[in-house]
């Protein structure tokens, strides 16, 4: 699928934004395969990530929203058009499910937070055992995403972000549709965590850069 007039637009104005306001920059973004189904399984510490894992993007991504914030018509109208669509959270959304493997099956790249919902602490939590369905039903390639400086950007609790270095890091395409559920999760969430402490680490060089000697 490619990217509609209004995705790109709104993906330069994003680009824009985040650049002055969180030095905002990927690595890796190139491992998105170009064609066909992808799930992109990332770390989820504010409200800023679905923009920051799509940004950097050539292909438009889906994503999950919370069925309330389609209530408001003009604003369902418009994350309608930027490909979210609607779930019920803590419900056991069978439809939104469906929905997912409908989307990753017609060759769509697609955003998940494996974790279930923002991070508490900046840390990532572990993983919910659902992604593993998705996996598995779908057949997809998965490729994990670490993202961080976001939760300092906009914690949990508070109203409005504030400018703060934020990085997002691609791993490579995984096939785990052929292992157990267990499995599945173990694979996903190292590879989550290393690509994040890679990050710490880069972020850990800048601090100890700027320290005087």
Do not use: C
């Amino acid at each position: 699928m490619e990217r509609s007039f209004l995705w790109k637009n709104l993906q330069v104005i994003a680009r824009i934004g985040t650049t002055l306001l969180f030095d905002f920059k990927t690595y890796g973004h190139e491992n998105v395969p170009e064609t066909g189904g992808v799930l992109l399984a990332a770390n989820h510490q504010s409200y800023l990530d679905p923009v920051l894992v799509s940004v950097h993007l050539h292909r438009p991504v889906s994503f999950l929203a919370k069925s309330d914030l389609f209530e408001n018509p003009y604003f369902g109208w418009l994350i309608r058009s930027l490909h979210a669509f609607p779930v019920r959270l803590g419900e056991g959304d069978v439809g939104a499910v469906r929905e997912i493997i409908r989307r990753l099956n017609e060759g769509h790249v697609l955003n998940m937070y494996p974790e279930g919902s923002r991070t508490e602490t900046g840390e990532i939590a572990p993983l919910e055992k659902g992604i593993a369905l998705v996996i598995r039903k779908s057949g997809v390639p998965v490729v994990p995403v670490a993202i961080d400086g976001s939760f300092e950007a906009w914690p949990k609790g508070k109203k409005i972000f504030h400018p703060h270095p934020i990085r997002v890091k691609y791993g490579k395409p995984m096939r785990l549709e052929g292992l157990k559920g267990d499995e599945i999760v173990r694979r996903l969430e190292a590879e989550m965590r290393k690509l994040f402490e890679e990050l710490r680490e880069m972020r850990n060089d800048r601090q100890d850069a700027k320290t005087p000697g």
